[in-house]
């Protein structure tokens, strides 16, 4: 089934920082009816000129050290400069100066065996795994994380199998900063699929909800603003979908023209919350406050 | 008088307490009900209930008798299957209000999403604000009357039932169709609005089933050849 959440503080990070992280997770524990086989956010937070935050995962349990390693040595032979590497269970986070092309970067570590890439962001980082966000939380220390805004979301697989890859959100390889979270099913997943690897798109799962952040990259790349790209959607992807978009400057969602996956919005002077129920957003909101229920076929935006 | 308060209580436990509440014909009060699923459901004994503030989806689901007043918005799916009683949501409903319902009356104070009425079965459904995509879907008896507009494809294969509309439509559904109203229906339906403090909707527009889809009869293809 799937649930989403979304959380935007209308301040710019250099205005005040927020617990984005802990909002998330209070947004997303109470959703665990629609999904409790994985979970993961982006959170979007300060920008460090120049630094890129890449997040790696290898199924290479037996030699993490020697994929750090290859990873580091594949960023500085693009021309990066190393900053920090740590390492968590099978999970790489590598801090990177780099003033390259970030598709180049993405392409040449994509190649080092054992290597996914989870996203390569300048303010931003995906953090996913296997179970619920509380133990998400517990492992990974997202309640700890500042931000401006993001996006979150538990799973319910439907149709590709379970494992760290194939959660959400997922990253528009290779534009930084840019992930999805998705509730629904893609009926033309595989035709598109086809058109994009026709193209050189890079797939790094079997999940339908991958090709919405593949679309959404294609679409920015070919110049289209991102609330037309999300209107776009509307036409040229078929199935049931509700999705939120994050990205440097903002968040927003689309709706499928059947209205049949949910969403609902609250927002006040200072923050703006979309979830997939109502029960999410009073995990921001404890009062009552004025709940807006979008329509089918409908798109926002919303931008710091 | 009874109040209840939701939080610390699983669904289970506040079904099973309002449930005992409801057979002595209390009169309930439940607090902090935060937007939970399933709360409220397959009630049968004749009281009151209130909740003050959301409630989540699934809410009076299955109703048989109680008058339940939700202050707050409702999830999707208020008062699916209901049999007879009311309720009353203040603000707005999720999509699927009403869904099957069969008898009593069920009144949304702000805005029904999609599918609203969803294949009714009796009963009627008043909204004092706008319905979304697919209203009265398959609907098959009862009245959905709708005070602010109605959005598109209403009543698509609608078979029977009428759903009045006091705003604009999006567009008619598959096989849906509008028809005069009476002045006898017409003052059934201010009736009704006025039972809610309705006054300022006059004039409605009524939408039927044009029956131009029923290809049925009572007998199977091969009962027919062998007539």
């Known amino acids: ?304 | 008088m009874a109040t209840i308060d939701a939080a610390g209580l699983s669904t289970r436990e506040l079904n099973i307490r309002l449930k005992d509440l409801a057979a002595k014909g209390e009169e309930i009060t439940v607090l902090n009900p935060n937007a939970r699923h399933n709360l409220g459901v397959a009630i049968f004994n004749r009281c009151k209930i209130r909740f003050e503030g959301s409630v989540g989806y699934f809410a009076a689901s299955m109703l048989d008798g109680p008058e339940v007043v939700i202050e707050g918005n409702a999830g999707w799916a208020l008062g699916e299957n209901m049999m007879a009683g009311k309720i009353s949501v203040s603000k707005n409903a999720g999509a699927s209000v009403g869904s099957t319902m069969r008898g009593g009356e069920l009144f949304v104070g702000g805005d029904a999403g999609a599918r609203a009425g969803i294949s009714m079965k009796g009963g009627v459904l008043i909204v004092a604000g706008n319905t979304g995509f697919l209203t009265g879907f398959m609907m098959q008896k009862g009245r959905i009357i709708i005070c602010g507009d109605a959005g598109e494809a209403l009543g698509d294969s609608m078979y029977e039932g009428t759903i009045y509309v006091g705003g604009s439509i999006g567009s008619l559904g598959a096989d849906a169709t509008t028809e005069e109203i009476s002045e006898e229906e017409l003052l059934d339906v201010l009736a009704a609005l006025r039972g809610h403090g309705i006054e300022n909707k006059r004039s409605f527009t009524k939408v039927v089933s044009a029956k131009k889809l029923y290809h049925y009869d009572t007998l199977e293809r091969l009962e027919k050849l062998a007539l």
Not at chain 1, 181 to 196: E, S
């Open chain 1, 1 to 304: 089934m799937c649930g989403l959440s979304g959380i935007l503080y209308k301040r710019a990070w250099s205005e005040g920082s927020f617990h984005v992280g802990h909002d998330l997770v209070m947004m997303l524990e109470p959703m665990t009816h629609r999904g409790k086989d994985s979970s993961g956010v982006t959170i979007m937070g300060e920008q460090i000129d120049g630094d890129l935050v890449i997040r790696i995962w290898t199924e290479n349990v037996q030699d993490i050290p020697s994929v750090a390693a290859r990873s580091e040595e594949t960023v500085r032979h693009a021309g990066g400069v190393m900053r920090s590497t740590s390492t968590l269970d099978q999970f790489l986070r590598l801090v990177v100066n780099y003033e390259g092309e970030v598709a180049d970067l993405a392409d040449a570590l994509i190649k080092v065996p054992g290597v996914a890439i989870h996203s390569i962001g300048t303010t931003s980082e995906v953090i996913k795994d296997i179970g619920t966000p509380a133990m998400m939380d517990v492992k990974h220390g997202v309640g700890e994380i500042l931000g401006t805004h993001g996006i979150g979301h538990v799973r319910m697989a439907t149709e590709s199998r379970v494992d760290v890859n194939h959660a959400h959100p997922f990253w528009a390889y290779p534009f930084p900063d840019i992930t999805v979270v998705h509730n629904g099913q893609l009926t033309n997943y595989h035709k598109l699929k086809r058109m994009y690897e026709d193209q050189g798109h890079h797939f790094q799962t079997g999940n339908d909800s991958e090709i919405i952040a593949v679309y959404l990259a294609g679409k920015l790349a070919e110049g289209q603003g991102l609330k037309q790209a999300l209107r776009s959607s509307l036409d040229d992807l078929d199935g049931t979908f509700t999705y939120l978009v994050a990205t440097k400057d903002g968040l927003g969602y689309a709706k499928d023209q059947w209205s049949a996956k949910p969403l609902v919005t609250m927002e006040t002077d200072d923050v703006i919350a979309i979830a997939s129920e109502e029960i999410s957003l009073r995990g921001v909101f404890a009062e009552e406050i004025e709940r807006i229920e979008p329509q089918n076929s409908e798109v926002m935006t919303w931008l710091l």
